[in-house]
């Protein structure tokens, strides 16, 4: 009770001081009802789903969309508010300026009313956010983005040379809520025409069944050498309370039963090859393993137990702070590996091959696309579905297809 009541006193305050550059601008009674009744539907919606929620009890459509209408107005407002309150330090200076060293028996005067201009200036740059939140949430998280990348490998088996990979990531099918989109993107993957399809986990928010109304959908996906994918953090249920251990369990097995029904050989900590004649590619998956509070069931060792030190090796594992914290420090050379998780945050600016920010940096070191180290590759995908936030702005899903090539030496 406490937070929520701290909450909706720092939200009037935002709101108040934001409703100050309305109240500049005009005069009009009606805008400034529609002003507070939209503040109220949105700010009372929004506690009416989430006031006594427990998180364990899982979320719905609705629960998203009362939080993404949220975030709509309230970062806008936020930026209202930053722009009129250094205004406002200004307005203090000046005054006290003229007060001490202007003539003039008028104290009043001395504060300068606030400018029409800042005003005007501050609602237009806070439309922008607004109009890209609200974009965001109605066809931003459908926007997918196919992005393609060609390695270069001195030791890639001949065989493999031009070996295409179709990467995909965090589905989160819970959280769809148009099949028509997710049936494109499928199709836009099988386009990519790629020799293997790689899933890097959380197929689900929390619970197997999310995943009925899509099994038809993702069992079209098609690629030569086969469809493999690893669990993500969100694939064990440990978000949501069961009724028992039980039926945690049968979830699981649920989950494992959907993904071999749609066509996904499933790896736990462990390998396969993959064979062009006599040349081979080791294609390693190990369970979710994050930094922090994640889980931590991926057992490299286990995994690549029976891969050859000498293999080229493509890793699959969802978290990225796993090749941060173990993969790129390994005895063996994992020449290449995916990952997901982060989604960008959902949130960001990018300017392809110039531009690249979203708040998540500051929580992962590696967070969207494409980074090397110590000879090997990892690639980042900012997720195929949206989880909480209904929308993406900026950070757009994504489809990645990797070109496997032979480096040439022509010393």
Do not use: C
Not at 249 to 257: I, R
Not at 261 to 268: D, I
Not at 311 to 326: A, G, N, R, T, V
Not at 379 to 405: C, D, M, Q, S
Request: charged residues 20%; aromatic residues 18%.
């Amino acid at each position: 009770m406490i937070r929520w009541i701290l909450f909706l006193i720092l939200y009037l305050i935002i709101d108040f001081y934001a409703f100050q550059a309305f109240k500049t601008l005009s005069k009009n009674s009606w805008t400034f009802l529609a002003y507070w009744m939209v503040s109220v539907l949105v700010v009372g919606n929004f506690a009416w789903h989430y006031y006594g929620l427990n998180r364990s009890d899982g979320f719905t459509h609705a629960h998203a969309y009362a939080f993404g209408f949220l975030i709509a107005i309230l970062i806008p407002k936020i930026m209202l508010l930053a722009s009129l309150f250094l205004e406002d330090i200004f307005r203090v200076l000046q005054a006290i300026y003229r007060y001490f060293f202007q003539d003039n028996t008028n104290k009043l005067s001395y504060f300068a009313s606030r400018r029409q201009f800042i005003s005007k200036l501050a609602i237009g740059l806070a439309a922008i956010p607004f109009a890209s939140i609200l974009y965001g949430i109605y066809r931003g998280k459908y926007n997918y983005k196919v992005l393609k990348y060609t390695l270069y490998f001195d030791d890639l088996p001949k065989s493999f040379d031009g070996y295409k990979i179709t990467q995909i990531s965090d589905i989160h099918a819970g959280s769809f809520d148009n099949i028509d989109k997710v049936k494109y993107a499928v199709d836009l993957i099988n386009k990519q025409q790629s020799d293997t399809i790689l899933f890097t986990g959380d197929f689900v928010n929390n619970k197997a069944n999310e995943l009925i109304p899509y099994i038809n959908i993702f069992n079209k996906l098609q690629a030569s050498d086969g469809i493999f994918s690893v669990l993500g953090n969100h694939d064990y249920g440990d978000y949501i309370r069961w009724g028992s251990q039980e039926e945690k369990q049968k979830n699981m097995q649920d989950l494992k039963s959907f993904q071999k029904e749609m066509g996904f050989n499933l790896l736990l900590n462990e390998s396969t090859i993959l064979k062009k004649g006599t040349d081979r590619i080791a294609l390693i998956g190990v369970e979710n393993w994050g930094s922090g509070g994640f889980k931590k069931a991926g057992d490299l060792n286990k995994a690549a137990q029976h891969v050859k030190e000498d293999d080229f090796k493509i890793l699959m594992s969802h978290d990225p702070s796993h090749w941060e914290k173990e993969v790129i420090n390994d005895a063996y050379h994992y020449h290449l590996t995916l990952s997901g998780h982060t989604h960008g945050m959902q949130f960001g600016i990018e300017i392809p091959g110039w531009f690249k920010w979203s708040p998540v940096k500051w929580r992962y070191k590696y967070w969207a696309g494409l980074y090397k180290e110590k000879g090997q590759y990892i690639n980042v995908n900012r997720g195929f579905g949206y989880l909480a936030f209904p929308g993406r702005v900026g950070i757009w899903p994504e489809i990645t297809v990797i070109e496997l090539k032979k480096q040439v030496n022509t010393a």
